[in-house]
Nanobody, 122 residues
Framework: QVQLVESGGGLVQPGGSLRLSCAAS????????MGWYRQAPGKQRELVAT???????RYADFVKGRFTISRDNAKNTVYLKMNSLKPEDTAVYYC????????????????WGQGTQVTVSS
């Protein structure tokens, strides 16, 4: 069984920083891309950043220059370093594994973590 477990959320003041981590566990053969999405109250879930197994990254315009995504392929772990946080960054942040293949399977599926709350407030 595959699990994505996020950590690192919390309460931070405007201008502060946080680092989110997400580790995928289980019988994993490969993961095409890992990334972060967020959902604020009353809003749709939106892409924050993604990175592929070859380190091609993609960022939403609203985080460019402030957030950095990185990945440890050997550990099936993705990180999101968030700097210069703003109140509008407040949301539940979800980890995603895109096209994950389990060992012994030719089927690739998407998986989601349970989410971690990030609150930016003074």
């Amino acid at each position: 069984q595959v699990q994505l477990v996020e950590s690192g959320g919390g309460l931070v003041q405007p201008g502060g920083s946080l680092r989110l981590s997400c580790a995928a566990s289980g019988s994993i053969f490969s993961i095409y891309a890992m990334g972060w999405y967020r959902q604020a109250p009353g809003k749709q879930r939106e892409l924050v950043a993604t990175t592929t197994s070859t380190n091609t990254t993609r960022y939403a315009d609203f985080v460019k220059g402030r957030f950095t995504i990185s990945r440890d392929n050997a550990k099936n772990t993705v990180y999101l370093k968030m700097n210069s946080l703003k109140p509008e960054d407040t949301a539940v942040y979800y980890c995603n594994a895109d096209r994950l293949r389990r060992t012994g399977s030719n089927v690739a599926n998407d998986y989601w973590g349970q989410g971690t709350q990030v609150t930016v407030s003074s």
